[in-house]
């Protein structure tokens, strides 16, 4: 008996047409930008961190972090204050004043120290919380419904999902605390110092011609146009800077994952003899690196050139403009120094964007790889609400497979296969006959990791559905865990592990059970290909899909292992894809795939 997907031939034009619709389809689950701010978008992904189960302590360390830096403004006031009396002081030439300032010194040095210390603590505490929230939530999202594997099948920019969730995670999170820190420090600095330092200025009288202009407070216009000039030419000069940093970022992590994948596939490049082309590969990458390297020093050098001259004129101009006044006797030298100290904090705290500026952004490179990231994550859920024609999987309570219009469609936008129609009974055997694109489409189908395209399948409401695929997973570590993987199966016991292994002739493994090792470098394929089968059965499934298991055995062991399956799991339904030669009495029938141009042609 043979299932045929569709009944009757399509016009051309029916087929072009379904053609284009399915590149739209496919098209739909390419991720896009989002219209709204970076900041926007980071606060939906990142900021009901704060309204997780630890919310309580996560706003107690808050909180400390606010009351830290509050207090650490305040001693700031206060050691402004200590300048004037240290000075006058000084100028007095009054030792008890002096050594009643160097106790008053004491006493701010000590609470500044345990002031910075808690906050460095609440601080770093903060960063590690919100950091295991977002990477666990990241994590999850990834690591489900095998989203993981559908982002490897979808457009957009978030390749290197291993460094996005193991470094940029980690620069987001401890950044926004730093940068939130620092920037609500000048806040506040910025209100108690605008102040004082309107105080400590007085007023300006300039003669023009007949008229006399009083301006009052004028060192703190002075100190806004200053910072006001800082921050717009910082704006103007370092904007090339997160282009650059988000460049060198993404070069960094190609070239990671390069060496990565070397490390992996270390055996067949060795017996290819293939080193030659993986140096050239990743010497080509480490130029991208070198090249965006120098792009970011260039944008650094004119950063810092502007700003080293910048900070250098904060701490000059001030004393040279009231240098007058104090040789005029109209202050004297604590005020002085008293003022050009708040003025130097003044402009510091408004120049916060010009010293961040570097942070910021790397930041906002990183910011932006998460929230590509996870754009990427959404755009793999297997029903999407965009997405009104992607193939639905459903559980029944009926005990057969089924096909309803089931239409699959390739990454480029083509029909791989369309309308599959068709019922699959409990205990049958079906060997898959189609391409192998089309065959590994419709497993993945099955497993809920292609929703591309359109149509229903419909599985038995039954939790023994495993597959086999050619080339199986098998986890660092001891093989009898390895061969229980994953972890949530139910352990048997050694002896019913022993006779299984021995069925399949692979005796000479069982004193290695509690070995350590890499399993997948230390036994062959077709071993691993066995086992794999062992540990499908050792779970008693209803269901297995086979795609090219026993494609690295011998034939005689091949027959030995599907002999093993029959006689261990007779009710067991079987579909089979696979591209050798195999017994067609293991099968009871067929299931053809085609696409519509082979269905048009024949």
Same mark, same amino acid.
């Given at each position: 008996?043979?299932?045929?997907?569709?009944?009757?031939?399509?016009?051309?034009?029916?087929?072009?047409?379904?053609?284009?619709?399915?590149?739209?389809?496919?098209?739909?689950?390419?991720?896009?930008?989002?219209?709204?701010?970076?900041?926007?978008?980071?606060?939906?992904?990142?900021?009901?961190?704060?309204?997780?189960?630890?919310?309580?302590?996560?706003?107690?360390?808050?909180?400390?972090?606010?009351?830290?830096?509050?207090?650490?403004?305040?001693?700031?006031?206060?050691?402004?204050?200590?300048?004037?009396?240290?000075?006058?002081?000084?100028?007095?030439?009054?030792?008890?004043?002096?050594?009643?300032?160097?106790?008053?010194?004491?006493?701010?040095?000590?609470?500044?120290?345990?002031?910075?210390?808690?906050?460095?603590?609440?601080?770093?505490?903060?960063?590690?919380?919100?950091?295991?929230?977002?990477?666990?939530?990241?994590?999850?999202?990834?690591?489900?419904?095998?989203?993981?594997?559908?982002?490897?099948?979808?457009?957009?920019?978030?390749?290197?999902?291993?460094?996005?969730?193991?470094?940029?995670?980690?620069?987001?999170?401890?950044?926004?605390?730093?940068?939130?820190?620092?920037?609500?420090?000048?806040?506040?600095?910025? &209100?108690?110092?605008?102040? +004082?330092?309107?105080?400590? $200025? @007085?007023?300006?009288? !300039?003669?023009? %011609?007949?008229?006399? /202009?009083?301006?009052?407070?004028?060192?703190?216009?002075?100190?806004?146009?200053?910072?006001?000039?800082?921050?717009?030419?910082?704006?103007?000069?370092?904007?090339?800077?997160?282009?650059?940093?988000?460049?060198?970022?993404?070069?960094?992590?190609?070239?990671?994952?390069?060496?990565?994948?070397?490390?992996?596939?270390?055996?067949?490049?060795?017996?290819?003899?293939?080193?030659?082309?993986?140096?050239?590969?990743?010497?080509?990458?480490?130029?991208?690196?070198?090249?965006?390297?120098?792009?970011?020093? &260039?944008?650094?050098?004119? +950063?810092?050139?502007?700003? $080293? @001259?910048?900070?250098? !004129?904060?701490? %000059?101009?001030?004393? /040279?403009?009231?240098?007058?006044?104090?040789?005029?006797?109209?202050?004297?030298?604590?005020?002085?120094?008293?003022?050009?100290?708040?003025?130097?904090?003044?402009?510091?705290?408004?120049?916060?964007?010009?010293?961040?500026?570097?942070?910021?952004?790397?930041?906002?490179?990183?910011?932006?790889?998460?929230?590509?990231?996870?754009?990427?994550?959404?755009?793999?859920?297997?029903?999407?609400?965009?997405?009104?024609?992607?193939?639905?999987?459903?559980?029944?309570?009926?005990?057969?497979?089924?096909?309803?219009?089931?239409?699959?469609?390739?990454?480029?936008?083509?029909?791989?296969?369309?309308? !599959?129609?068709?019922?699959?009974?409990?205990?049958?055997?079906?060997?898959?006959?189609?391409?192998?694109?089309?065959?590994?489409?419709?497993?993945?189908?099955?497993?809920?990791?292609?929703?591309?395209?359109?149509?229903?399948?419909?599985?038995?409401?039954?939790?023994?559905?495993?597959?086999?695929?050619?080339?199986?997973?098998?986890?660092?570590?001891?093989?009898?865990?390895?061969?229980?993987?994953?972890?949530?199966?139910?352990?048997?016991?050694?002896?019913?592990?022993?006779?299984?292994?021995?069925?399949?002739?692979?005796?000479?493994?069982?004193?290695?059970?509690?070995?350590?090792?890499?399993?997948?470098?230390?036994?062959?394929?077709?071993?691993?290909?066995?086992?794999?089968?062992?540990?499908?059965?050792?779970?008693?499934?209803?269901?297995?899909?086979?795609?090219?298991?026993?494609?690295?055995?011998?034939?005689?062991?091949?027959?030995?292992?599907?002999?093993?399956?029959?006689?261990?799991?007779?009710?067991?339904?079987?579909?089979?894809?696979?591209?050798?030669?195999?017994?067609?009495?293991?099968?009871?029938?067929?299931?053809?795939?085609?696409?519509?141009?082979?269905?048009?042609?024949?």
């Amino acid at each position: 008996m043979i299932i045929r997907d569709g009944t009757d031939m399509e016009p051309q034009t029916q087929l072009d047409e379904r053609v284009r619709r399915a590149a739209e389809i496919r098209h739909q689950w390419r991720p896009t930008r989002n219209t709204g701010s970076t900041l926007l978008q980071l606060a939906q992904l990142a900021l009901p961190f704060w309204k997780s189960s630890k919310a309580i302590s996560i706003w107690l360390l808050t909180a400390l972090v606010f009351l830290m830096i509050v207090s650490q403004v305040l001693l700031m006031v206060w050691y402004s204050i200590w300048n004037a009396d240290f000075y006058n002081a000084i100028e007095r030439k009054s030792m008890d004043q002096l050594f009643a300032q160097v106790y008053v010194y004491g006493t701010i040095l000590l609470m500044s120290m345990g002031a910075a210390a808690t906050l460095i603590t609440a601080k770093r505490g903060l960063q590690i919380a919100w950091r295991t929230w977002l990477t666990k939530r990241l994590v999850g999202e990834w690591m489900r419904d095998g989203r993981h594997y559908r982002l490897q099948e979808i457009g957009g920019d978030h390749e290197n999902e291993d460094g996005r969730i193991a470094e940029d995670v980690r620069l987001v999170t401890e950044t926004a605390i730093e940068l939130f820190a620092s920037g609500l420090y000048a806040i506040f600095l910025l &209100i108690s110092f605008v102040g +004082l330092l309107w105080a400590l $200025s @007085g007023s300006l009288i !300039l003669h023009l %011609g007949s008229m006399n /202009v009083t301006i009052y407070g004028y060192m703190v216009w002075l100190a806004f146009a200053f910072a006001g000039l800082g921050a717009f030419t910082t704006i103007v000069i370092g904007r090339r800077l997160v282009v650059a940093t988000d460049q060198r970022q993404s070069a960094e992590a190609k070239y990671r994952f390069a060496l990565l994948s070397v490390r992996e596939h270390a055996q067949s490049i060795a017996l290819a003899h293939g080193e030659r082309d993986e140096r050239d590969h990743l010497s080509h990458l480490f130029k991208i690196i070198r090249n965006a390297w120098h792009a970011q020093s &260039i944008a650094y050098t004119r +950063l810092t050139l502007f700003s $080293s @001259g910048y900070s250098w !004129l904060a701490t %000059g101009v001030p004393l /040279v403009i009231l240098a007058p006044r104090y040789f005029a006797g109209d202050i004297t030298l604590g005020v002085l120094v008293q003022t050009a100290m708040v003025f130097g904090q003044v402009t510091s705290t408004l120049s916060w964007l010009l010293d961040n500026y570097p942070r910021i952004a790397e930041w906002e490179a990183s910011v932006e790889r998460v929230l590509r990231l996870h754009e990427a994550i959404e755009a793999t859920h297997p029903a999407p609400d965009n997405c009104p024609d992607g193939i639905k999987v459903y559980k029944t309570p009926g005990p057969k497979l089924v096909f309803r219009g089931v239409t699959a469609v390739s990454p480029s936008g083509e029909i791989v296969f369309a309308d !599959l129609n068709g019922e699959i009974m409990p205990g049958e055997r079906v060997l898959i006959e189609a391409s192998p694109q089309a065959a590994l489409a419709l497993f993945r189908i099955v497993g809920g990791l292609w929703p591309w395209g359109k149509g229903i399948v419909e599985l038995p409401d039954d939790s023994g559905v495993l597959f086999l695929p050619e080339r199986p997973y098998f986890p660092k570590g001891r093989l009898r865990a390895a061969l229980l993987y994953p972890s949530q199966a139910r352990l048997p016991d050694d002896g019913v592990i022993a006779a299984a292994v021995n069925a399949v002739g692979l005796a000479h493994l069982l004193p290695r059970l509690d070995d350590e090792a890499d399993w997948e470098q230390e036994i062959p394929l077709a071993e691993q290909q066995a086992l794999a089968v062992i540990r499908a059965l050792l779970r008693h499934p209803c269901w297995i899909f086979m795609e090219n298991a026993t494609a690295a055995m011998e034939t005689t062991d091949e027959q030995t292992l599907l002999s093993y399956i029959e006689t261990a799991r007779p009710d067991c339904t079987i579909l089979t894809i696979t591209h050798r030669e195999i017994d067609q009495r293991l099968h009871q029938r067929s299931l053809q795939l085609k696409t519509p141009v082979e269905m048009h042609q024949s």
